[in-house]
């Protein structure tokens, strides 16, 4: 089945077959369902406009016969046969009409006989006027310019040299038939010529118009692959792509921009964020010296670029915008890569002659003669190669790749297994966490979640003035951003030294290592989480966010 969409502009779509062609049409006929090329529908087409005409002048000639009145000398030589041949030119016509809708017969067989028929028709309308003198043998012009551009040129040409020994039939009989007939045989040799220069010249222009159609559409084909390509390019950019007026009307963006800036329904920037737009008119102004900004109070910094379009006045503006935490992730790996590998090579190094201190320690400490100074100096010696050994193996876990297998969890069901597991390996007090009500679902990878908790925990234990942790979370209501809290009642942290917290080897304690927070922010970074100290109204605390299209509402 086959059904017509009418759009916009008045003209319709027809849908064809489950191929899903289509054919846009200027008039209210559906045209059949065809398993044809585009131009041969083209081609059907032009053969019912033709048979419009074609009835218009069938019935316009018809009127005529039977007004009763003279117009030139139409029908005055025989008005009877004028008005037999205008009917049958109807009657020919209407019934085309229909054929080309069902397209049956087939399209070649359709053609040759209207156009034979028309040839036929006008030399018997030109006969009844008056012969070759007749202005009616003129419209053998149009029907063979009509069949030269929907049919091929040698069959044109055949119906070119038809009309011409039409014509020239028809000439022959007037002169055995009136005895005093107008005109001459230089006349139809002048119409014969005439037909077939048409001829010529149409298929000419055909040919002409067909491979300027071609050329056409193999660049527009092109045009829409590469449309397409950079549709893809520009929709998976880690870049944000937001295209705007002067005035700050939004005329496209990416999917990146739509995720840091949220511009669902929202078509002007003013509204999706007044401190980009303000950016961008200060830029206009010639003021761009603060090229970044913060589009929610948690969200990441967005670096900033305009760009015009072209150097006219009403030109559309650029904007990028990039997340400077992808870049600083990348750049955090970079350097992570570069230490991984020379520490690893010195722990190496240090390992062997390590365990070699460690060894003649153990010796030296089964010696039954040891005095007590001396076994106190041997216990030195094993604690601190332990130490040694423990920074090694930390070095060493940094420099191996963490392979993250991300899972949906329930952060309220996970921490509660947590915490029966930390409890346990903290003398059961049940009171060192206080975990309240998060209700929200993350991706992230169980084990190394588990990791980073420890470490924060205890932390939070052996530096909290009741050696107690309270862990919350929840929903930053501005991004949808989840997040969970880890505070406990002590001081805070001072502001000179939270930056360095998560440095590597950056330690207060002499037993510690300095690996603990820089660990954890690793693991976070591997799961697309951020691990931060914050202060908030309520105190300090370290916080996880996690990826803001990484969870779901519980």
Not at 91 to 97: G, K
Not at 205 to 226: D, F, P, T
């Amino acid at each position: 089945m086959y059904y017509k969409k009418i759009n916009a502009s008045g003209t319709s779509q027809i849908h064809l077959g489950s191929n899903q062609k289509h054919v846009d049409c200027l008039d209210p006929v559906s045209l059949p369902k065809l398993q044809h090329p585009i131009q041969e529908q083209t081609l059907w087409r032009s053969l019912y406009y033709f048979n419009l005409y074609r009835l218009i002048v069938g019935v316009a000639f018809f009127a005529i016969g039977i007004s009763g009145g003279r117009f030139a000398s139409l029908g005055a030589r025989s008005p009877s046969l004028f008005i037999l041949s205008s009917l049958a030119l109807i009657v020919i016509a209407t019934i085309s009409l229909y054929t080309i809708t069902q397209a049956r017969p087939g399209f070649r067989l359709q053609s040759y006989f209207q156009f034979g028929m028309d040839a036929v028709l006008i030399t018997l309308l030109s006969s009844a006027s008056g012969g070759i003198t007749s202005e009616i043998y003129l419209l053998l012009l149009v029907s063979v310019a009509a069949a030269g551009i929907v049919l091929p040129g040698r069959i044109s040409l055949l119906f070119a040299a038809f009309g011409t020994l039409l014509a020239l039939t028809e000439h022959g009989v007037s002169y055995i038939v009136y005895p005093f007939v107008a005109g001459s045989y230089t006349q139809v040799g002048i119409l014969g010529i005439a037909l077939f220069t048409t001829s010529l010249v149409i298929n000419v222009v055909v040919v002409r118009l067909k491979q300027a159609e071609a050329r056409a559409r193999k660049s527009a084909s092109h045009l829409l692959k590469l449309s397409k390509l950079n549709e893809l390019v520009v929709a998976n950019l880690d870049t944000g792509i937001i295209v705007t007026d002067r005035q700050g009307n939004i005329q496209l963006s990416n999917d990146r921009a739509r995720n840091l800036l949220v511009l669902d329904g929202v078509h002007s920037l003013a509204q999706a964020s007044s401190g980009l737009y303000q950016r961008m008119l200060a830029w206009e102004n010639g003021n761009d010296e603060d090229a970044t900004i913060q589009f929610t109070p948690n969200g990441p910094n967005i670096a900033l670029r305009f760009v015009h379009v072209s150097e006219h006045a009403d030109t559309s503006i650029v904007i990028f915008l990039e997340d400077l935490s992808q870049t600083e992730r990348q750049a955090h790996h970079l350097k992570l890569a570069a230490l991984g590998r020379l520490t690893s090579a010195v722990a190496h190094e240090i390992r062997n002659p390590l365990g070699a201190i460690g060894h003649a320690g153990q010796l030296i400490g089964e010696s039954p003669s040891l005095n007590d100074t001396d076994r106190r100096l041997v216990e030195i010696i094993n604690q601190q190669s332990n130490r040694i050994n423990a920074v090694i193996k930390s070095i060493l876990g940094l420099s191996r790749p963490h392979m993250r297998k991300p899972l949906l969890i329930d952060l309220d069901e996970w921490l509660s297994n947590f915490k029966s597991v930390f409890v346990q390996t903290h003398s059961n007090n049940d009171d060192l966490l206080n975990i309240r009500p998060i209700r929200q679902q993350v991706y992230v990878d169980p084990d190394h979640l588990h990791q980073v908790m420890i470490n924060l925990c205890e932390n939070g234990i052996r530096y909290g003035d009741t050696h107690k942790v309270t862990i919350s979370g929840g929903i930053f209501p501005e991004n949808g951003v989840p997040y969970i809290d880890i505070a406990n009642d002590g001081p805070n942290i001072p502001a000179e030294i939270r930056e360095k917290i998560f440095e590597p080897f950056f330690t207060k304690e002499s037993k510690g290592t300095g690996l603990g927070l820089f660990l954890a922010r690793e693991l976070c970074h591997d799961n697309n989480a951020r691990l931060d100290y914050v202060d908030t109204p309520e105190g300090g605390r370290f916080r996880i966010q996690f990826h803001h299209n990484a969870h779901a509402a519980a």
